[in-house]
């Protein structure tokens, strides 16, 4: 094919690059390896340096490890060079987490380049050194950040605000608060560069913590323009969360007007003030005035109620809520909301989005075009619609995009998009997606004015080379049919004209116009009677099996309608009835049905003709190769016996009447009213505008639904005054040290001020409570990671209750050993010496003056898994397994009752009758008697076991799980029960695990350390064990996200008590002196209650030893009841030294 | 936020990747990339937005280059999408141009520029003239030094000024000999064309591209003698947006050098400079095509670069196109793994003495009688001299500024998405 074009484009390009690669690093790419890298990084010239650091990125670049370099590359991180540096740190980034002991040598020089003059130097060694991710280092990154945070270049400052998510983004659950508070403070920064900076780790920190932006908020959206454009993306965004949080939504925006269908179009005619340039779209509104809302509204109001809802609630829950009963439908009036006009907060929003629309970043425009949609009244919204239409011709990749956003706006308020139809017409250079997501948006906004004109262009895509496209058209074509009768007649000959020429290869277009046909003929078939003549007359020439089952099912379906049809019926049947043997499957289960049909609606005189017809097909079909039509063919004749079979009359009455009922069932059958199917169902789902949710259309990971409106409630009236105080506290660090003196005590009185007069932490308490409301429970079940930060706030006065003062530095370190090899304690001294008045004035510092840190490692929960034991061995009870696990439910009955999940599970291949378990009631005296004993019987009216429901009937392979509750009398000693299995009885033992006496107890660390300090002596019981089960997790290799080794340890821990025992976990921490490879002084906390008596129980585990060694682990109890607390000492021991299964 | 940017080549080699966050992203994500793009072929080879397994995928295709992004979590999909847009920019702009070999050969500065373009996923410096400030672009000076001496640094060791003024796209207090600003209007025509001849769509995307040698910070004010015909704008953020919606007046201070001032649309225009007529007819097997280009109204200004490109439909076996004017190509371009057949005509210049025409024959596919599909033709050409808008500049006036500068203006209008259908 094509031998004369010869000369390809990708043969001309090759041809001429060598001469330009001279002086550039070519060869350094090219053969990155050809020398000896090694001596090279030892050389001591700055440029072989250079040149070393190129081939090891030109190896990283090509997806070599090269981590082995890491030693002699770290060294050179002392160089002068700024090149040589800028190399290194490049290197060091992407090794770093693999080799955390040799980058740990490196942090005394970025400390010491963090006191540099130049403040690029600083920015450097500041992204570099938080970005080594290393636990160990993440309270001096902290200490870094807030003394950059002060920096008096703007560039510093801005880098300070970046590092923030890679220091929380180690989960030190000790940083949050200090995190969060700096997050407070750069939002408060008088440059409108670091304000950005600051919104997106905000965005990725707490971005739940919306009273930090109360703080500040108009200060914020008057700053809004200036920030930089990537700033102004994420901030606009929490800025409409907060507006939604504190005020509610607008009552005169689309998101309510689903209950107020007031004419928008209309509105917008006459308020459209917006540009003076637009008279043709003023022209375009006059005409559709009178029937937008004709033909969209019903449409409209409801997709914009929906919309709202999905907005609000995310859609997966909205929907599984809409499935189940529509019980939302009261609980959008509930809501607060406010109004545009005059609520100052909102109007200042929208007063300072409105000129991003101009921007020139496309994803700043299309956020300020969600916050109007969202948020503007009605008649203003308009606004949107020019900049998104201009924003497609910005590149093909935002262009998906942008229309992904403008189907939902146009599917929501048709007549936005109106008047402006043209802009969707197809270029060239659109890709399929675009060209299908415009002939939807299209088909959708089309009005009686612009029909023909779309029309026309549809006729012109119906010709594009691109097949699937044009048979997308057509379907479109029928949709606007189907929605304007007037143009159905025009489309109906244009598509008739399209499926007689259609060709071979053009099935699927072919199809699709069929399609369309029939659906356009269903809204009137009595009047489209020659269309379906002249279809039937294309049988003939049609070839593909799905379009002629519909020709044929059309046939059936209108056989009575009009004058001709009837007519041609006959030689109809007889062609179907000749060529029936060498269709398709499909097509022949429609002959047989639009035979069936036929047969029914037909008058006396053909009956006969089409009865011989029918049970001609129907012979043939029982001989079928294919069963479903076999089975076909069947049920027509059983159904239709009495049409087909009607010769015979000697037949009984009560025959007679069996015929009549399977009459009327082949009329209800056949003949029955077809429903069109309702027109849409919305189960699309809806995102919030411009997410990537939206346009993958699921909820991506993080996605968040607009906060419950007004959930955010202010009670102090402080606010206001709050804003002022924002506004006067300066940022600039050189501002700032006249405020602070030099005297010491001032600094720390300061430091006391500074925590406690922050009404923020009050505020979201309160804040967490109102959108809570069952803390207990979601952090019980899964722990949201959002609502962490706020839970934890309360523990912000914490370290402040150490009385040590101004000489915290000194205590911090005076017990790391280990870190201070490495670290020198004086350079750091020193450097902080060196600016004291700003590095002292926050309470950062004093959150790293106790000696642990906090690891959150809430996501756990997922993996817990309680162990299963076997109740009944499938060899001992003729083929029957039973097997049960503990379960973490709670009794509803009784607190002395356990539940576990029993599953039943029948390994035989005969069925099993009445499965039961029940008490075995001769040992019942006998137990009893040691459990009065034993316990404080109170309770001893309550059963062993809940009387469990029979299972009557299990079959082969079957499984059948059961909530079990029952009492055990010892903490030790089996439960002795009989199984029930067709009839015969097998004994079984249940045994108790004492993990599962226990309910979780949630409290935080101050609850707990008060609960343990009154607890001491002989309630504190203590045991070692030896843990092995870390190092295999570790080997495995560095999995995403928890490729740091003590996160796996305690994963490891946490998991594996968790999944044994019915505990809540209360912390974890880690020594802030901790060497790399050292464990030693991990600390996991958990917590219980015992189920009888609501006890507390407390457990601690403290480890011993190096990561990839079995490690010694400390494990303490702490319980009022003895007896309880020893056993459960020995279960966890035992627990903990079993090594891990599979 | 980003994870990851990785740059693939048109053959799908990795030729970078840069890590961003702890999170990594192995680079057998690419594999899975470059698989599905040769088994899906070209939809997916636009898809801006993909969800593979593990990671959804941002993608650019520019030059033969793709640019690729991934992340986990939710993040504004245009953001990233406009961020690899403004990466290909900056490096097109740093390396003259974008191919293979130049991104290799130059892959040391790709690295530092990524660096300073991006900070654990958040974009970071995104201004090309405070980039140019700290990493030098590679030119011919820099490379003969290289050679010669053996060293060379692209790294600036100072903090441009700029990043911490209120207006970051300038420098601090540039020195220029030259005290000029030109002032463009380049504006591109979007037309379609439909079958039956008449003008379904007509407008006009503009751009007001600056070139500005100014010493110290003037303060500049442009206005349009007729600003109501501009149908919506974007601005570049050294734009004052108070201004323009009052006045609907520039006020700006300018960046150093070439930059883009601002966007804008003229929509609903009625007079298009050329024509194009294609002509189709076909039976038994073969298509008789002719094609007519002449002028329609004439702009008074010269047309020059015309060019009519059209894809030959996948059905056509052979074709035998020969013009009476200009010259014929026909390239079978390779995109990814897949063909197509473009028939490019240039002309040139619009001959005085006759109408330039194509005629030939096509031969189709076996069995086929009349030609199923009709491409679409899309011309080219150039105005020199006039905006065919009709927007105009009224005045351009200068604050701050020790002398007056030498001012220049002109206007050029290209082809955009200029389309007949046949």
Known sequence: MFTQFGATAESLSKASTMVFRIGTDAHLYDDPDDVNIAPLLDSKFDSEKCEALKRLLALIAQGFDVSNFFPQVVKNVASQSIEVKKLVYLYLLHYAEKRPNEALLSINYFQKDLGDTNPLVRAWALRTMAGIRLHVIAPLVLVAVSKCARDPSVYVRKCAANALPKVHDLRLEENTAAIEELVGFLLNDNSPGVIGAAAAAFASVCPTNLSLIGRNY????????????????????????????????????????????????????????????????????????????????????????????????????????????????????????????????????????????????????????????????????????????????????????????????????????????????????????????????????????????????????????????????????????????????????????LASHATDGEAIVLLQAIYSIKAIIGKDPSSNEKVIVHLIRSLESIRVPAARGMIIWMVGEYSDIGNVIPKVLPVVLKYLARCFTVEEVETKLQILNACGKVLLHSKEEELWAYRKVLSYMLDLARCDLNYDIRDRARFIKELLSCYIGSSDTEEGKAQQESRDVSRVLAGRIFGGQIKAPSSEQFSARFYLPGSLSHVVLHAAPGYEPLPRPCSLNFEDPSINSNIVEGAKRPG??????????????????????????????????????????????????????????????????????????????????????????????????????????????????????????????????????????????????????????????????????????????????????????????????????????????????????????????????????????????????????????????????????????????????????????????????????????????????????????????????????????????????????????????????????????????????????????????????????????????????????????? | MMQCIFLLSDSGEVMLEKQLTGHRVDRSICAWFWEQSIAQGDSFKFMPVIASPTHYIFQVFREGITFLACTQVEMPPLMATEFLCRVADVLSDYLGGLNEDLIKDNFVIVYELLDEMIDNGFPLTTEPNILREM??????????????????????????????????????????????????????????????????????????????????????????????????????????????????????????????????????????????????????????????????????????????????????????????????????????????????????????????????TLVLAAGLERLPVFPTFQVGFRVMGIALSGLQMDKLDFKNLPSRPYKGFRGLTRAGEYQVRS
């Not at chain 1, 139809?421 to 009686?448: C, G, H, N, R, W």
């Not at chain 1, 504190?1020 to 999995?1039: A, M, P, Q, S, V």
């Open chain 1, 732 to 1142: 600039d660090g050189a501002t700032q040290s006249e405020s602070y003196t030099d005297d010491p005590d001032s600094v720390s009185g300061s430091l006391n001020e500074e925590s406690t007069s922050d009404y923020s932490y009050a505020d979201s308490i309160g804040g967490s409570d109102g959108t809570g409301g069952s803390n207990v429970s979601s952090s019980l079940s899964e722990v949201d990671v959002h609502k962490e930060p706020l839970i934890h706030l309360s523990e912000v006065g914490y370290p402040n209750a150490n009385p040590d003062g101004g000489s915290h530095v000194d205590n911090q370190y005076s017990g790391s050993n280990n870190l201070g090899e490495l670290i020198s304690t004086r350079s750091l001294e020193s450097w902080l010496d060196e600016n004291p008045n700003s590095g002292h004035n926050l309470s950062e510092p004093s959150s790293i003056r106790k000696s642990s840190a906090r690891i959150s490692i809430g996501h756990i929960h997922g993996r817990v898994e309680p162990k299963i034991c076997a109740l009944l061995d499938p060899a001992n009870g003729n083929g029957l397994s039973v097997d049960y696990a503990f379960s973490s439910e709670l009794s509803s009955l009784s607190p002395l009752l356990v539940c576990l999940q029993v599953s039943f599970k029948n390994c035989s291949t005969e069925p099993m009758m009445n499965l039961q378990l029940v008490e075995d009631n001769k040992r019942q005296d006998s137990s009893d008697h040691a459990s009065a004993m034993t316990e404080s019987s109170s309770h001893g009216d309550v059963p062993s076991l809940v009387p469990m429901e029979e299972i009557a009937n299990l079959g082969p392979s079957e499984t059948i799980n059961i909530m079990l509750q029952v009492r055990f009398r010892h903490h030790l000693l089996p439960l002795k029960l009989v199984l029930w299995c067709n009839g015969k009885t097998y004994p079984v033992k249940l045994r108790p695990d004492i993990g599962y006496f226990v309910r979780p107890l949630p409290m935080d660390i101050g609850v707990f350390s008060a609960k343990e300090a009154q607890l001491p002596g002989m309630f504190e019981y203590t045991r070692r064990c030896i843990f092995t089960d870390h190092i295999g997790e570790l080997k495995k290799g560095d999995k995403p996200g928890t490729n740091d080794q003590f996160l796996v340890i305690c994963e490891c821990l946490a998991v594996k008590v968790l999944s044994n025992a019915n505990f809540f976990l209360v912390s974890v921490d880690m020594p802030v002196s901790a060497n790399l490879d050292d464990a030693s002084g991990l600390r996991l906390r958990f917590s219980g209650e015992l189920l009888s008596n609501s006890v507390p129980c407390l457990v601690t585990l403290v480890l011993e030893g190096t990561c990839f060694e079995p490690l010694n682990i400390l494990v303490k109890v702490n319980c009022e009841e003895t007896v309880f607390g020893l056993n459960l000492l020995n279960r966890i021991v035992n627990l903990l030294a079993e090594p891990a299964r599979g």
């Open chain 2, 135 to 360: 990493i030098a672009p590679p030119n011919i000076v820099s490379k003969m030094l290289s050679v010669v001496t053996g060293t060379s640094s692209n790294v600036s060791n100072t903090l441009p000024v700029a990043t911490a003024s209120c207006v970051p796209w300038r420098k601090m207090d540039p020195k220029n000999t030259s005290n000029e600003v030109y002032v463009d209007l380049v504006e591109e025509m979007d037309a379609i064309i439909s079958r039956d001849g008449t003008l379904v769509k007509c407008e006009i995307y503009g751009e007001v591209q600056v070139n500005s040698h100014l010493s110290g910070l003037p303060d500049l004010t442009l206005s349009f003698a007729n600003a109501s015909i501009l149908n919506d704008v974007r601005f570049h953020p050294c734009v004052r947006l108070r201004p323009w919606e009052s006045q609907q007046i520039l006020s700006f201070v300018p960046p150093d050098g070439q930059f883009k001032l601002m966007s804008y649309r003229v929509k609903k225009l009625k007079n298009i400079p050329i024509y194009v007529k294609p002509q189709l007819s076909s039976d038994s097997g073969m298509c008789r095509i002719s094609v007519l280009v002449g002028i329609k109204n004439d702009p008074r200004k010269p047309i020059d670069s015309i060019t009519v490109e059209f894809q030959l439909p996948p059905c056509v076996l052979s074709a035998n196109l020969t013009p009476n004017h200009g010259t014929v190509n026909i390239l079978a371009s390779k995109v990814l793994m897949f063909f197509d057949h473009t028939c490019s005509w240039s002309i040139g210049r619009l001959p005085k003495d006759k109408a330039p025409s194509l005629s030939g």
């Open chain 1, 218 to 497: 108009r200060r914020l959206c008057e700053t809004l323009p200036d920030v930089e454009e990537w700033g102004q993306i994420v901030l606009i965004g929490i800025l409409l969360r907060y507006a939604i949080a504190r005020h509610g939504l607008v009552k005169e925006s689309i998101m309510l007007s689903s209950r107020d269908l007031e004419n928008i179009a209309s509105e917008n005619g006459a308020s459209d003030t917006y540009q003076k340039g637009n008279e043709d779209s003023n022209a375009y509104f006059g005409l559709k005035e009178s029937n937008a809302d004709l033909t969209n509204g019903v449409c409209k109001s409801e997709v914009v109620d929906i919309v709202s809802r999905s907005y609000l609630e995310g859609p997966d829950k909205y929907l599984s809520k809409h499935r189940c009963a529509d019980v939302l439908s009261s609980e959008l009036e509930g809501l607060h909301f406010t109004s545009a006009k005059d609520n100052e907060d909102i109007k200042i929003l929208l007063l300072c989005t409105s000129p991003l629309l101009w921007s020139h970043n496309s994803a700043v425009v299309l956020a300020a075009a969600g916050v109007h949609w969202i948020m503007a009244p009605k008649e203003d919204i308009q606004k949107i619609v020019k900049p998104l239409l201009f924003l497609m011709r910005s590149s093909n990749s935002s262009k998906y995009v942008v229309l992904c956003n403008i189907q939902v706006f146009s599917k929501a308020v048709p007549s936005l998009f109106a008047p402006h139809f043209e802009d969707f017409f197809m270029s060239p250079s659109d890709s399929y997606q675009v060209k299908a997501l415009k002939l939807e948006i299209l088909s959708t906004i089309a009005t009686e004015s612009s029909i023909s004109s779309i029309f026309q262009e549809f006729q012109d895509y119906v010709k594009d080379p691109d097949r699937k496209f044009a048979a997308d058209t057509v379907a479109a074509i029928g949709l606007c049919a189907q929605q304007f009768p007037k143009v159905a007649n025009t489309c109906l000959e244009g598509l008739l004209a």
